[in-house]
């Protein structure tokens, strides 16, 4: 049986509050020697980074590595070795972890890198002022970090995507103005690095930018991105600045060895201690870290002291030097041996097992241990504190998930499960929830795994990123388990197995050359593919998959990856990344997607010859039809050029004439319309079923150089250019012009018909009335004369359209004289053909009775 949870806790405050170490593992000789190392650790359970402290001497043996170049190692906090890599990129000023458990390692040329837990890294830069100052030291946080250059400025990079870094406010300016009111300020000692500085993350400020402290003589000053505030302390200088997990408070340690905890306002003067009243200390502070954010742990080399919030201490001693990492609940101390976690006893824990407690969780505990005994004291208890037995439980359940030992974790959990068959109405889900993350909690504890969450830490962080820092680490099989378990996504798990499966794997050796590799790859496809639908990875993009197997040189893999893709949104960029450009552009064209083809169509045809992307799409026969047509159109309102060079190329004649008739059409300048117009006939005469076309456009061009001919003849005061051909022979008619009129129908054949209409309409138009006249009597009308009246009379003419009537046709000349209001001239065509009836419906339609008494003298002097 384990020990009793009270068996490490030890009182301070006059015991109303506890603190316990818990040993989470023991290692020794697991670790190297921390005094010789610089260690940055990964809260929440995470890893240790360690590299060699150059500052130190070394006993140089046959056993001593060599230090020619700087190494990092990864141990994990059970002292099992996750990463060791080689560091050759400079002198490196400061490392350190991220929110996700990657490594953060920035050198004194402003370079960083962020390696995961496999080696492999991403590479950025601050910038070209930190690599023209330099960088002399940093301080890396969960989302960033803040770095001081050689000029005392401050970066700030937000994020872990390689972001442009942000200059914050300079110190040294408000630095300056106290050398003016302060005369025991140098200049010598403020251009100098502060003594020491810190930074407080964004999430915890509140104005929800990074905080730098910077410790400068005897006051510090507080920088953002905004403006540098002295704080106006007279207590520095100080050799540490730490901020509690929460960043309400700072723990600040003078070179006189006085703690002092302030508010981070620093309005709050929250407790003083001086370290010289502790008995056996040896040697300078090692660390000031915060125990939650309650209490402060300072260590020295094989010492450990918690400082409480009254002055109460508690001594823990090591067998050599330690390492400490503040975490939201505790600390967590490496020593030589041990892998500890000093924390505050939970209340509900000590509402259960403090000695003498009358807390309904105690009694609940006391009546179920009575009851698994069979005493009938257990049912006394449940009836003591049945108004409470609800809280009772939840108490139990709570103390439950804060124990280590799965033994008291069992016993409460079967406390919780005693005190609820008591209640009607409980709702059992934190039960099972707790018992789900205990589950969980044990499995990642355990040693050869190697991370010592708490509940707390467990909550705080979400199962999902301890099922993300599993996956990093390669424990796919366990992360799934959890994933499953606790009824997560099993993408992101699914997602990385197949990138890390794809960068292990080699092609089968089961033949040669080519042949060998697309062997392996099937198996590789096959494989991935069973597993994602075997375990629902529906929710993982095979294009992410496909990016991985390209990047580590498996083409083939990739493209059989991408065949599983549902969405060609996701496979077209990545094909066109591997240059397979046909089979981007069929995918393209396939999803039925216009913008998505269009985006295709663009970056081949900016990435490859021209020759070459019109072959594509010609080669690509019914299947890529849609791609040609969707470029047409927008090479038409875009880009009219590649619309001519693609018909050129594809031979297609028609459509590049109709393409230069369209232009022409546009076209102000003549000869470059001319030009366009042979163009056009050109491409029709090279069809041999265009020939008609051909000849239009002929009679086209030349009708324009006529045309142009003509406006130089009238030295462009009269315009032609463009009209057709009855427009132009109506110009020249309208202006005098008869023989370049003549000319146009000669050499254009125009019909006799055509040419006398648009004569009479010319001539009309201009009202030359005797020229109409000796036009008419040039030679027989083609069009007849009736042509004359009606046009005439229609363009309000009647009285010259009735000297034509007398040359039409007999029967109907009458109406025709109606027509141009000659009425006595209709009567007398009656008498003269001897028409009565006519006459009689000539007398019935007149518009007057004047006209109507002379229509009825004729009628009488008919016979």
């Given at each position: ?34 005094d010789d190392y610089i260690v940055a650790g990964c ?373 919780a499960k005693f005190g609820r068959s008591f209640l ?52 796919h099989l366990l992360a799934l388990r959890i994933s ?380």
């Amino acid at each position: 049986m384990p020990e009793h949870p009270t068996t490490t806790w030890q009182a301070m405050q006059d015991g109303n509050v506890f603190y316990r170490r818990q040993q989470i593992y023991s290692i020794p000789g697991k670790l190297p020697n921390l005094d010789d190392y610089i260690v940055a650790g990964c809260r929440y359970g995470g890893p240790l980074a360690m590299m060699r402290d150059n500052t130190k001497l070394v006993a140089i043996g046959r056993a001593t590595p060599s230090f020619a170049k700087a190494q990092i190692q990864v141990y994990s906090p059970a002292g099992e070795g996750l990463l060791l890599f080689s560091w050759d990129q400079g002198k490196i000023i400061r490392f350190g972890w991220t929110g996700d458990e990657r490594l953060v390692v920035l050198n004194e040329e402003g370079v960083y890198r962020v390696y995961d837990l496999q080696g492999e890294y991403l590479q950025y830069s601050l910038g070209s002022e930190a690599g023209e100052l330099g960088v002399l030291d940093a301080k890396i946080h969960a989302s960033g970090l803040v770095a001081m250059t050689g000029s005392l400025s401050l970066l700030e990079v937000k994020g872990w995507e390689g972001g442009k870094p942000l200059t914050l406010a300079s110190p040294g300016t408000l630095i300056l103005t106290l050398l003016i009111t302060s005369e025991k300020m140098s200049f010598s000692g403020i251009s100098a690095p502060p003594h020491c500085w810190a930074v407080i993350p964004p999430d915890f400020t509140i104005s929800r930018h990074v905080e730098v402290l910077l410790s400068v003589d005897t006051t510090i000053f507080t920088v953002d991105n905004l403006e540098s505030v002295d704080q106006r302390l007279s207590r520095g200088p100080f050799t540490h600045i730490a901020p509690s997990p929460n960043g309400k408070s700072l723990a600040l340690l003078t070179f006189s060895g006085l703690l002092w905890v302030v508010s981070s306002d620093f309005q709050r003067n929250l407790a003083e201690f001086d370290t010289h009243t502790i008995a056996g200390v040896q040697g300078e502070v090692r660390q000031v870290e915060w125990c939650g954010n309650d209490a402060i742990l300072i260590t020295w080399d094989a010492l450990a002291v918690l400082v409480g919030p009254f002055g109460d201490t508690l001594q823990f001693i090591y067998s050599g030097p330690t390492f400490a990492v503040t975490e939201v609940d505790g600390v967590r101390i490496v020593g030589p041996d041990v892998c500890d976690f000093i924390e505050k006893v939970p209340a509900s824990c000590i509402s259960i097992f403090r000695p003498g407690s009358t807390a309904p969780s105690a009694i609940l505990y006391d009546a179920w241990e009575n009851f698994s005994r069979r005493s009938p004291k257990g049912d006394e208890g449940i009836r003591s504190i049945r108004p409470d037995l609800a809280a009772a439980v939840n108490e139990c359940i709570d103390a439950a998930g804060q124990e280590w030992e799965p033994y008291w974790q069992r016993r409460l959990l079967n406390v919780a499960k005693f005190g609820r068959s008591f209640l009607d109405l409980y709702d059992p889900s934190d039960f099972v929830n707790m018992g789900h993350a205990l589950k969980v909690l044990n499995a990642v504890r355990f040693y050869e795994i190697g991370i010592p969450i708490t509940y707390t830490q467990y909550t705080h962080a979400s199962p999902a990123q301890l099922v993300s820092r599993l996956t990093a680490r390669n424990l796919h099989l366990l992360a799934l388990r959890i994933s499953t378990y606790l009824s997560l996504p099993p993408d992101a798990v699914l997602k990385h197995w197949a990138c890390a499966k794809i960068a292990r794997s080699k092609p089968t050796a089961t033949g040669s050359g080519k042949e060998s590799e697309l062997s392996g790859d099937d198996e590789v496809c096959n494989m991935i593919v069973d597993k994602f639908e075997k375990l629902g990875g529906g929710g993982v993009s095979y294009a992410d998959i496909a990016k991985r197997a390209w990047e580590v040189g498996r083409t083939g893999l990739a493209t059989k990856l991408l065949d599983h893709e549902p969405r060609a949104s996701d496979q077209v960029p990545l094909l066109l990344n591997m240059k397979e450009d046909r089979l981007a552009l069929t995918k393209a064209v396939d999803s039925g997607d216009t913008d998505l083809v269009y985006h295709v169509l663009l970056h081949l045809h900016k990435s490859m010859p021209l020759g070459s992307f019109f072959r594509l799409i010609e080669d690509g026969g019914d299947q890529l039809a849609p791609a040609g047509e969707l470029l047409q159109v927008y090479a038409r309102e875009q880009n009219r050029d590649m619309l001519r060079d693609f018909y050129y190329s594809d031979d297609r004649r028609v459509e590049s004439a109709v393409l230069c008739l369209e232009e022409a059409a546009t076209m102000t300048d003549p000869s470059a319309k001319i030009t366009s117009i042979k163009a056009a006939q050109k491409f029709f005469s090279e069809d041999k079923e265009r020939g008609f076309e051909a000849k239009m456009m002929d009679e086209y061009s030349r009708l324009l150089a006529f045309q142009q001919q003509l406006e130089k003849e009238v030295d462009g005061k009269i315009s032609f250019f463009g009209q057709n051909v009855n427009e132009t022979l109506t110009t020249c008619l309208m202006n005098g012009m008869s023989k370049r009129a003549d000319k146009l129908k000669a050499d254009f054949k125009i019909p006799d018909k055509r040419f006398w209409f648009v004569k009479l309409h010319a001539l009309t138009a201009t009202r030359d009335f005797e020229g109409l006249d000796a036009f008419a009597k040039s030679r027989r009308s083609p069009i007849g004369y009736e042509a004359f009246v009606r046009h005439l009379v229609e363009k309000g003419h009647g009285k010259e359209a009735s000297t034509y009537v007398a040359r039409c046709d007999a029967n109907k000349r009458v109406d025709l004289y109606v027509e141009c209001g000659e009425w006595r001239m209709a009567g007398k065509e009656c008498k003269e053909r001897g028409d009565k009836v006519k006459m009689e419906q000539l007398k019935k339609s007149c518009p007057n009775t004047l006209i109507a008494r002379e229509l009825d003298q004729l009628a009488a002097s008919m016979k």
